[in-house]
Structure formats: structure tokens, C-alpha cells
């Protein structure tokens, strides 16, 4: 769902693998969730960081990959049926006249709920910007650090610099539809999976990519709107490419962000919590995972796994102030086999 409104039980802001587990929490009390991130797929740092690399600390899991776990958790969750809103950063929070957070994301997503977790982990994941002077002036008219859709660079003259998996994705999944594409790279060798490599250089030999060996250095246009990038070739030499868009995509580095004006107590970019429920200094605001501080705390997946399951009772008092919440074990409820949909 793109810029719309929605009004639902429980806002997380992180869909990373506490994000995740929390929508279970929260399920099994009869709350649904609306989740927000930034970045365009479930799992946070699994799925960015380190997808390919096991994990050998989950209970009950000997050894299980970072997408692995992810996935894991998006079968776990299918039953309550969460609904995401990837591509979007949570901007800025305020209060509806009746009392209910309403968060808004950048690209103008409403989102209103009595109960707010943040599940932010180390913060959004935001592009890193290659150090070429002014380039802040053509940052989403010719610069972009990411495609959300192919169509816009359809005909377009395009340059993509980069050596690892998004900078090569990108060049194999774009090459066929823009007018031309260069992939600037400043060494003959890629990070990125072998099999796109071979993709691209298939599609260089056909004439659809060129390649060049060096950095952009310079931007050339008006107002905004570009006309060239300059290259620094390996020799010291310049070049100029002509080019609607330039495609950087020099990896991502972790910023607390918006969250930082939400009005929450901080503590070196940390969120200090209560140990009993996992609430912040405002009532009503949670804050799960590594993105919050308690005496002993331990940055590790299962303590955010434990943290969910606190928040999520206090979560059931917020919503429904009228209601006790039952203990119940997964294996003997008929009623949360019920939600599971296994029974
Ligand atoms: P994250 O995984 O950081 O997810 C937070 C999400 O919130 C991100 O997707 C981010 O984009 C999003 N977000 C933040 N701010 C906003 C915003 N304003 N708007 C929209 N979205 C936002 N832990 C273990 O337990 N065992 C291990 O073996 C292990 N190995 C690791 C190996 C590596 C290389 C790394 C880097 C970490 C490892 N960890 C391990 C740590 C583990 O990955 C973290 O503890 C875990 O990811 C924290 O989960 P989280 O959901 O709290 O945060």
C-alpha cells in the first residue's frame, strides 16, 4: 500500500526479525499490525547485512541463514496476516484528537493506532552518497540511490556505479529497457554473485551495458536536471557520459533518522526501556530489539524475540483496556490454534 490511510491495532516501525516475531506476539493477543520499512523487503540486517551467513544462537534452530530466518518468520506470521509498507521511511508521529499515534511516512502513508513499537534495530538503512561535489542538487531528479519503479528509466540514458549485488541486479534488470547504460566500477572485479556477473558481461558483449573502470566524479546539468556524468577513469583521465540518471549504489549505512524528533527519551541513539513491558518514557510507545537499552541488555535476536512477547501483553492492555488476556500455551489452546489456523 502506497500513500493511503490505514487505522489498525499496532504500528511497527522495522520489519526486521523482531519486527517480525512481534506480529506473532501480537497476534496471538487478537492485535493486528501495520509495518513500515525502508527498505524494500523483509528481515533487517538478516536480510541486508548478512543473508547468506548462518546463524547458530536461534532456540530450536541449530543453523539457519539471515534470509533463512526471515522467511521463517514471514510462514510464522502468515496467519495474522500483517500488512507492510516497504519502500517507506516512518517520518513523523503526532496524536489524533482521540488519542491515537498517527505516524507518516516520507511518501505520505497515514497510518493511526492506539499502540506504536519501534522495532528500528540500528536505524533505517540509507544509501551512502558517493562524495562528488553538488550532487545533492540532482538527488531525485538524476541521482538515485534506489529504483522503485523500472518504467522510470525506460529510454533513458542511464549510469550505474557500483561493484556489488544492487549495482549489477540493477544493470542486468534495467540494461534491456533504458536507451543506454554504463556501469562505472573502479575495479575489473565485482563483489556481486558470479552468475549476475557473467549476466552482464553476456550483456556487454551484445552491446547493452558498457563498461567503464573508474569513479564519478563530477556532475554536468541545469536546474536539477541532468545532461553527463564525469568519470575518472583508472589513468587519472575524464569522461564525460551523457546521462538522464545516475544510479549509485555504493552500499548502506544505518541512521537512527526521524526517529531521533519523535519526542522519545534517548540514550546514545538508543531507546532507554522499561524491563516489564518494553516501554519507552511516553506511555503507549514501545521500543523492541536493538534499537532499545535496559540494564544487561544483549543485541542479540532472541532477547528481541523475548522483548516482543512482554510488549505484546502490555500492547492487549492499550487496545483493550476491558479485557483480561488469558495465558495460554500454543500446543494446548484450541483458541490460539484457532488464529494459527492450524486447528
Ligand atoms: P534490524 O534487524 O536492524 O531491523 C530494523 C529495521 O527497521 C530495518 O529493516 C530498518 O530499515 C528499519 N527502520 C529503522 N528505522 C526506520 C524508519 N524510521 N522507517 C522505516 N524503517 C526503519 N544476532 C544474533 O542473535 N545471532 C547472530 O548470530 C547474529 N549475527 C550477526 C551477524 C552480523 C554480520 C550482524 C550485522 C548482526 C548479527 N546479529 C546476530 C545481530 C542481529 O542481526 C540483530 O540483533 C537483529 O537484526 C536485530 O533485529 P531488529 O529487528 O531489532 O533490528
Not at 248 to 268: Q, R, S, V, W, Y
Request: include cysteine; charged fraction near 20%; proline fraction near 7%.
Amino acid at each position: 500500500m502506497r500513500a493511503g490511510e490505514a487505522s489498525t491495532d499496532v504500528i511497527i516501525v522495522g520489519a526486521g526479525p523482531v519486527g517480525l516475531f512481534a506480529v506473532f506476539q501480537l497476534g496471538l493477543a487478537k492485535l493486528k499490525a501495520h509495518l513500515v520499512d525502508i527498505l524494500d523487503r523483509p528481515g533487517g540486517q538478516c536480510a541486508e547485512l548478512y543473508p547468506e551467513k548462518p546463524i547458530y544462537d536461534i532456540p530450536g534452530l541449530p543453523i539457519c541463514t539471515g534470509q533463512e530466518l526471515t522467511d521463517r518468520l514471514m510462514e510464522q506470521i502468515a496467519p495474522f496476516e500483517p500488512v507492510f509498507h516497504f519502500g517507506e521511511m516512518a517520518a513523523s508521529l503526532d496524536k489524533t484528537p482521540d488519542g491515537k499515534w498517527r505516524l507518516t511516512t516520507d511518501v505520505g502513508t497515514v497510518l493511526t493506532a492506539l499502540v506504536l513499537v519501534i522495532a528500528a534495530g540500528g536505524g533505517s538503512f540509507v544509501p551512502k552518497r558517493p562524495p562528488i561535489p553538488g550532487i545533492e542538487a540532482y538527488e531525485g531528479t538524476g541521482v538515485f540511490y534506489a529504483v522503485r519503479r523500472i518504467d522510470a528509466f525506460r529510454g533513458k540514458r542511464v549510469v550505474i556505479a557500483g561493484g556489488g549485488d544492487s549495482a549489477l541486479d540493477w544493470t542486468v534488470s534495467l540494461a534491456p529497457v533504458v536507451q543506454n547504460l554504463t556501469l562505472v566500477h573502479r575495479r575489473p572485479e565485482f563483489r556481486a554473485a558470479p552468475a549476475t556477473v557473467a549476466k552482464m558481461r553476456a550483456l556487454e558483449e551484445q552491446g547493452f551495458v558498457k563498461f567503464e573502470l573508474g569513479q564519478p566524479a563530477g556532475l554536468k546539468g541545469d536546474d536539477g536536471k541532468l545532461d553527463a556524468v564525469v568519470i575518472k577513469r583508472g589513468d587519472g583521465t575524464l569522461l564525460d557520459v551523457e546521462a538522464d540518471a545516475l544510479l549509485p549504489f555504493f552500499g548502506l549505512t544505518m541512521k537512527l533518522g526521524p526517529i531521533a524528533n519523535f519526542g522519545l527519551n534517548l540514550n546514545e541513539n538508543l531507546i532507554p526501556v522499561d524491563t516489564e513491558k518494553f516501554e519507552t518514557s511516553t506511555p503507549a510507545i514501545f521500543a523492541i530489539g536493538d534499537i532499545n537499552t535496559y540494564p544487561g541488555k544483549l543485541k542479540l535476536i532472541l532477547s528481541g524475540f523475548h522483548e516482543a512477547a512482554l510488549m505484546a501483553q502490555a500492547a492487549h492492555r492499550y487496545v483493550h483496556p476491558d479485557k483480561v488476556l488469558r495465558f495460554q500455551y500454543t500446543t494446548s489452546s484450541s483458541e490460539l490454534q484457532r488464529l494459527l489456523k492450524v486447528a
